[in-house]
C-alpha cells in the first residue's frame, strides 16, 4: 500500500485549508473573537518546542491539559519553565473534555496536547465531541518525525486524516518556522465564526528543529471570512412576519451562548412577547423562571415546548440547527409554520428544514438588528395579538408540567435528588452532566437562569463527559461551585482524572445518580424490547462494584453516600462545606425511574408520551 508522503500531506493540508469556508463577502476585521493578542517580540533563536510554548504565552493561554510521550516530548521541556500550567490529566480523552470544559465555562479556547499514535487517537472522541457542539478547541499533538511518516513507525498514526471530519480545520506542521503562524491561525479558526475544534500536529523533528520566534505572525487564511452581519432585507422580512403571526416561537439554540447574545435575547422576547424555548445546548440562554419560556423542546422537552414548536405559524431559530432530537420525524415537524433560520454557518441553513427567510449572521448582531427592526414594525402600528396564543400554552403548562412519581418500592428518587440539589446550590454555581437520564432529569429540574451555567455533551452524547469536563470548568472558574451530575455508568469511564483534581487542588463535586444500571437503555429496553434487559445492569447495586465511596478515597476525594430522600439535603449541604477536595456523592436510587415526557426516537413530535402509554389529551380548540 503506497503510503503519504510529507509533501503529499502538505498538499491535502493546504486543500482542506482552502476548502475549509466558502468565500463570504465581509470584514473579516469585526470578527467577535479577535486576531489573537499582538504582544511583538524581537527575533530569537530558538527551538521549535520553544516556539510552541512561546506562541501558546503570547496567545494568552493559562492552562493547557495534557500527556507527555516521546513525539511531543520535545516540547515538555520549555513547558517546565513556562508560566503556562500544565494540568496533568490521566487520560488523553480526559484531556480533551477538560479543556471543552474549560472553554465552555469561560469562553475561551480551551487547549490540550497528547503525544502521537494512541495518545492522538484518545483525543479523537473529545474532539467530535467539540465539533458536534461547536466548542472553541485547540489540540496539539506530537508527530512521527518527517522522515519516518508514511513508514508505519512506532506510534504513527495520520490524525490529520483521522480527524479531517471533525475538525473545523487541522494543520500537519512542516518546518519550525510555521509554527507562530499556525498556532495563531488555529487558534482564530477555533474561536471566530462558528466555533469548533483545530487540530496541530506536529512533528518530533520539527520540534527539535532551530527556527527565529518572533510575534505576531502574519495570517494567512484566503477564504475564511465568516459573515457575521445580516443582510438588512432579511432582519426587515424577518420583523414584518413577527408582526403578524398568530402563533410564533423564538427557537433558541447554543449559538445564543456562544455570541454572548443572552443580554438581546430577553429583550426581544420581552419586546415581542413571543414565547421561547430553549434547546439542551442553550439552557441558561434565556431564564428558566421567566414567564414567556416554555421549557427545552425535543426528545424529553416540556408538553408545552413541543406542542409550541409543533403548532407554530412562524419559527424564529437563533443559533439553533433543527436537529432530530428538536424535530421528531422531520417530514411532520412543524407542518404549518413558516420559518426564519439565522446561524452565523450557512451551511446549517436549509440544511434538515426548509427555510423561508435564511439569514446568515452572528447571533448577537441578528438578534440586535431584529430588535430595532422590530421597533420599527411597532412604530407603524403593526404588532402581533398573541393573547388566544399564551391561553392555549398557559393552559398546557398548567395540565401537563414537568414532574415524576416516588418509586413504588421506596428507593431513593433520582429526580428528587437532583431537584433538591439545584435548589440547594442555587443559580450562581456551572452544573456538568454526564450522557442519559440523568443528564434529562439535570435539564428538567434544575433552574438555568444564567449563561455558561449548564454544560453537556449534546451533539455526540458523549458517556464519560462529566468529571472531565467539570475539572476543567473548575480550572477556568475557580471561585464558582462546579457540580457535576454523572451516571454510575458514565462515572465509571472516566472517573481516574479525579485523581488529578486531588493532586492539582481542583475542589469538584460530584453527584453520581446511581440506579445500577445504564438507564436511559434500560428505559428503552422497557418501553420497546418487552423488558429484556440485556446487558444493562452494571453490578453498582447488587454486588457494590465498585464501592464509590472507597473508590472516592483511593482517589485522594472525600466520599459520601446517601440511601434516602431524609438525608439528601444533610449529605449536599456537607459536600458544600468541603472546598478543598474534590467530593464524591453516591446517590443511590431505584432502577425503574423513567424520563418523561418522551417522543421516541424516529415518531413525530405529534406523539409525545406524558408517561408510559400515556399521551397528552387535547380539546378541539387546542393547538
Known sequence: MTRPTPETLAHTARRARAAADPTLDVDQAAARTATPAVRP?????????????????ALDVDVVFGIPGGAILPAYDPLYD????????????????????????????GVCIATSGPGATNLVTPIADAYMDSVAMVAITGQVARPSIGTDAFQEADIQGITLPITKHNFLVQNAEEIPRVLAEAFHLASSGRPGPV????????????????????LDL??????????????????????????????????????????GLLRLAEQTGIPVVTTLMALGAFPDSHQQHLG?????????????????????????????????????????????????????IGKNRHVDVPIVGDAK????????????????????????????????RNRYPLGYDEPADGTLSPQYVIKRLGEIVGSDAIFVAGVGQHQMWASQFISYEKPN?????????????AVPAAMGAKVGKPDTVVWAVDGDGCFQMTNQELATCALEGIPVKIAVINNGNLGMVRQWQTLFYNERYSNTELGTHKHRIPDFV?????????????????????????????????????????????????????????????ARGVRPVFDEDDI
Open 296 to 348: 427545552m423542546p425535543g426528545m424529553h422537552g416540556t408538553v408545552a415546548a413541543v406542542y409550541g414548536l409543533q403548532k407554530a405559524d412562524l419559527i424564529v431559530a437563533l443559533g439553533a440547527r433543527f436537529d432530530d432530537r428538536v424535530t421528531g420525524k422531520l417530514d411532520s415537524f412543524a407542518p404549518d409554520a413558516a420559518v426564519v433560520h439565522a446561524d452565523i454557518d450557512p451551511a446549517e
Open 453 to 465: 451555567t449548564w454544560l453537556n455533551s449534546g451533539g455526540l452524547g458523549t458517556m464519560g463527559y
Open 222 to 263: 484566503p477564504g475564511y471570512r465568516p459573515t457575521l452581519h445580516p443582510h438588512g432585507k432579511q432582519i426587515r422580512e424577518a420583523a414584518r412576519l413577527m408582526a403578524i403571526a398568530r402563533r410564533p416561537v423564538l427557537y433558541v439554540g447554543g449559538g445564543v451562548l456562544k455570541a454572548g447574545a443572552t443580554e
Open 41 to 57: 517580540t524581537t527575533a530569537a533563536q530558538v527551538s521549535g518546542a520553544s516556539s510552541l510554548v512561546r506562541s501558546l504565552e
Open 82 to 109: 513556562s508560566t503556562v500550567r500544565h494540568i496533568l490529566v490521566r487520560h488523553e480523552q480526559g484531556a480533551g473534555h477538560a479543556a471543552t470544559g474549560y472553554a465552555q465555562a469561560t469562553g475561551k479556547v
Open 199 to 218: 487540530l496541530v500536529d506536529i512533528p518530533k523533528d520539527v520540534l527539535q528543529a532551530q527556527t527565529t520566534f518572533t510575534w505576531p505572525p502574519t
Open 550 to 610: 472507597k473508590l472516592a478515597e483511593a482517589l485522594g476525594c472525600v466520599g459520601l453516600r446517601c440511601e434516602n430522600a431524609a438525608d439528601v439535603d444533610k449529605t449536599i449541604a456537607a459536600a458544600m462545606e468541603i472546598n478543598d477536595a474534590p467530593v464524591v456523592i453516591d446517590f443511590v436510587v431505584g432502577k425503574d425511574a423513567m424520563v418523561w415526557p418522551m417522543v421516541a426516537a424516529g415518531t413525530s413530535n405529534d406523539e409525545i408520551m406524558f
Open 365 to 396: 448582531h441578528v438578534i440586535d438588528e431584529l430588535i430595532a427592526a422590530v421597533t420599527v414594525e411597532r412604530s407603524a402600528g403593526h404588532t402581533a395579538d398573541l393573547g388566544d396564543w399564551w391561553t392555549q400554552l398557559d393552559d398546557l
